[in-house]
């Protein structure tokens, strides 16, 4: 059982869901089901350029994106998402079995990627709460070390950009383990 309003301390979360393929129905129809008395406002878009109208309109929390395309479309589809999306977390829903794109957009900032055939109400709710939860923190980190050289957005980016292991000198500060 997902506790989302103890995660999140609220009831409703804002979603854009960004899908233009026939599966968008299937994928809205299980954002809109409350899952243990949580749910979601849904904002549909079926073009990742409408982005910014909708961030203009409304204060969104999440921006799930369907990438249903060839690897390279759905990069590219991503990359423009992020480009809009700020600081507002991103999460894929690919085809079952896109193994070596999930890793790609999770390498270009996805907060998580989901299979569209595996991704039931529940697993949606608690990925998206998780995903602003874990953007919140972020942005907590980065206030209580503003004025340091330290942001923890800049320490995961590094990490991301990297091959995933962490040299001594990418540890963050005041993690002695392994030293």
């Not at 129905?25 to 409408?50: C, I, K, M, Y």
């Not at 309109?57 to 809009?84: M, Y």
Request: hydrophobic share 40%; proline share 3%.
């Amino acid at each position: 059982m997902i506790n989302t309003r103890d995660c999140l301390g609220q009831k409703r979360i804002v979603v854009l869901l960004v899908e233009d393929s026939k599966s968008h129905e299937s994928l809205l129809a299980r954002l809109t089901t409350p899952v243990d008395g949580f749910s979601f406002s849904v904002l549909h878009s079926t073009r990742v350029d409408e982005i910014p109208a909708y961030m203009k309109d409304s204060d969104i929390d999440a921006i799930v994106v369907g990438l249903q395309h060839s690897d390279r479309t759905a990069l590219r589809s991503f990359e423009q998402a992020k480009s809009f999306a700020g600081e507002i977390p991103l999460i894929g829903v690919v085809s079952k079995g896109a193994d070596i794109l999930v890793a790609e957009l999770i390498r270009h900032g996805a907060e998580d990627c989901l299979a569209n055939e595996e991704a039931s109400p529940a697993l949606l709710a608690r990925t998206i709460c998780h995903a602003v939860a874990r953007r919140r923190l972020q942005q907590a980190l980065d206030d209580r070390f503003r004025g340091s050289d330290f942001r923890w957005s800049s320490q995961v980016e590094r990490l991301s950009a990297s091959d995933g292991s962490c040299s001594a000198s990418q540890r963050l500060p005041g993690n002695s383990l392994g030293d």
